[in-house]
Every structure is written in structure tokens, then in C-alpha cells.
């Protein structure tokens, strides 16, 4: 089956399809968050999804309801795969005294349980130097020249999954910066491979980190994400420069509304 037809495709079985995956590691990364790795039943299966597509895992909430959530693999071998999971546990954020809805119960299911998931088109497709915005709606494929990423905290895992797969092909010299903001230096994921990427595509991929909370130590950039760190860090926009960004709710509003004060075309602001 060509893959690029079946993307555009919401109703072909490899989207609507739910299936079993069995939970068989979860590591710790930080404070809050885990390295979950899911099983297939069978040794040599895959998601075998495009980036930047996304899974939705089912579980329960704390009524022993079904709830599901996104979440977007970051590595990926035959008969399993990995995703970074932040948990929002209760008790913590005075606002949320509850905690997140699906996440405290993927912290406390034992290993071996059996999961459903599903496959998700997502926001933004990309195949060979091409992409297309809102798949949903839009079925034309367009190039960009560059690509801008601001991501926040766990919203880093989708652009990580772009930007990897542009670096890994020979063919695509798309020019990507990414500005990855995070509240304290513990709360970085995937530093080291990020990191990796940009000194092996240097002429690619850029990274930039800032931090709401730094000691004396910190040499990356500091405070919110602004107008200003963006024109101090990203290449002038033009018609082909795309901008895409993932966070939580209020930082996704703040970006959307920078993007376009920095210049870029609404239609090519995706948020994933
Ligand atoms: C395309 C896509 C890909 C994603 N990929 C990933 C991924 O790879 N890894 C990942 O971890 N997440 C990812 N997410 C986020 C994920 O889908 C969930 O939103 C997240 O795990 C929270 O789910 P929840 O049900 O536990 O919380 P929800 O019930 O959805 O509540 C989450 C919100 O409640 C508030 N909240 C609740 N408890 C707390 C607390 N203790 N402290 C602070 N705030 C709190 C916050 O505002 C938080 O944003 C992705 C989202 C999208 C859209």
C-alpha cells in the first residue's frame, strides 16, 4: 500500500483500527515524567506511521472511565516502541488537584498490561521534502524552504520526530531551528539527542534552549518565549517558511499570535 495515499485517508482501516500493545517498561527520565515502551504482540510489527502522525492510547480515568490522549513515539524498532510520558499526578498543582485525566493511571498500571491505541493522521504530514498542513482539509503538497519549531516541556516529542526524519533524508536540505522552552533544566527531554542532531546537521538544524528558572550555570537562553528571542534566533520569514509549535494551551496562544507578529502567513502556522 503506498503510505502517501493512506495518510490523506482517515477512513482507511490503518487509522480507524484500534489494537493491543502490551506495556513492558517504564523508566524514569525526571521528576514527573517516564520512558514508556510498548510491546506488539507480534516480534516484527511497527507502527509504521509517517511523521508526524500520533497515536491515541486508551485508559482510565480516575472515575474508571474510558479517556484517551495523544502522544507521539520517539523511537521505534520491530515489535515495539518508545514514548516520553509526563505524568500529571494529583496533588501538585493547586489548580489541579485531581492531576491530568489518563496520565496517574498510565504511572500506576502494572507492567504486562495489555493497552489499546490507535493511529492518528495528525496536523502536518510530511513525505520527502513535502508537506501538508491540516491533511484534513488540505490535500495539496507544498515545500518549504525552512522550518520553525517552539515547543514547550512534553510538546517537544512531534518536532523531534520532524526533525529527525528530515535530518535522516540525504534529499531534503530543509533549514529547521528549534526554540525548546521548558521550566528548569531537569524538565528538558531529549537534550543529548537534540543536541546529537544539530552537531552532525549543522548546517540543517539548529536548537535552542530557554528556561523559566536557570542558576548561573545555565548558557541558554531565559524567560518566556518572545518576539524578540524569536528575531534573535530565527531566520527572517518568508512565503515558504513554516512555523509549527506544541505546548500547553496558553503558551500555544502566546506562539500563534508571535508567529504572526514575526511575520509568518497564517495558513503555514501549525500547531500539532
Ligand atoms: C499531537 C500530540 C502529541 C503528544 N505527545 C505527547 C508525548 O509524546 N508525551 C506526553 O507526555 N504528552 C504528549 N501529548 C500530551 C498528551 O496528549 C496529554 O495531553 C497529556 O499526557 C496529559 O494527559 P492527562 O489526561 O493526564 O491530563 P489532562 O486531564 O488532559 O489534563 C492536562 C492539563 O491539566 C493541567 N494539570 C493537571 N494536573 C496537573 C499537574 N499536576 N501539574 C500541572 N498541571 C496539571 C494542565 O493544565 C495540563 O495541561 C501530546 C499531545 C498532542 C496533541
Not at 502536518?124 to 508537506?131: D, G, K, M, R, V
Request: charged letters at 25%.
Amino acid at each position: 500500500m503506498d503510505q502517501k495515499d493512506l495518510n490523506i485517508d482517515i477512513h482507511n482501516e490503518f487509522f480507524t483500527k484500534k489494537f493491543q500493545v502490551t506495556l513492558t517498561k517504564r523508566e524514569p527520565i525526571n521528576h514527573d515524567s517516564y520512558m514508556f515502551r510498548f510491546d506488539f504482540k507480534n516480534g516484527k510489527e511497527r507502527l509504521g506511521m509517517q511523521a508526524v502522525q500520533h497515536i491515541k492510547i486508551y485508559g482510565l480515568n480516575m472515575n474508571g472511565e474510558i479517556v484517551d490522549r495523544a502522544y507521539t513515539h520517539v523511537f521505534e524498532e520491530d515489535g515495539y516502541f518508545q514514548i516520553p510520558i509526563k505524568i500529571y499526578r494529583p496533588n501538585v498543582h493547586p489548580q489541579f488537584p485531581n492531576g491530568g485525566e489518563l496520565t496517574p493511571w498510565l504511572e500506576k498500571i502494572d507492567l504486562n498490561t495489555e493497552l489499546t491505541i490507535k493511529r492518528c493522521i495528525g496536523k502536518l504530514l510530511y513525505n520527502n521534502n513535502q508537506f501538508i498542513v491540516r491533511p484534513k482539509v488540505n490535500k495539496n503538497w507544498s515545500q518549504f524552504n525552512s522550518v520553525l519549531l517552539i515547543c514547550g516541556g512534553s510538546g517537544i516529542t512531534p518536532a523531534y520526530q520532524l526533525i529527525q526524519t528530515i535530518c535522516n533524508n540525504q534529499n531534503d536540505n530543509t533549514k529547521m531551528v528549534l526554540l525548546y522552552a521548558n521550566k528548569s533544566e531537569q524538565d528538558i527531554w531529549l537534550m543529548k539527542e537534540l543536541k546529537d542532531l544539530q552537531d552532525k546537521h549543522k548546517d540543517q538544524f539548529t536548537v535552542h534552549f530557554t528556561l523559566d528558572k536557570s542558576d548561573e550555570n545555565w548558557n541558554g537562553l531565559k524567560g518566556f518565549v518572545s518576539l524578540e528571542m524569536m528575531t534573535s534566533i530565527f531566520p527572517k520569514a518568508t512565503e515558504t517558511t513554516l512555523g509549527v509549535l506544541c505546548g500547553p494551551k496558553p503558551m500555544n496562544k502566546l506562539v500563534i499570535s508571535l508567529y504572526e507578529q514575526f511575520g509568518l502567513k497564517k495558513e503555514n502556522i501549525v500547531k500539532f
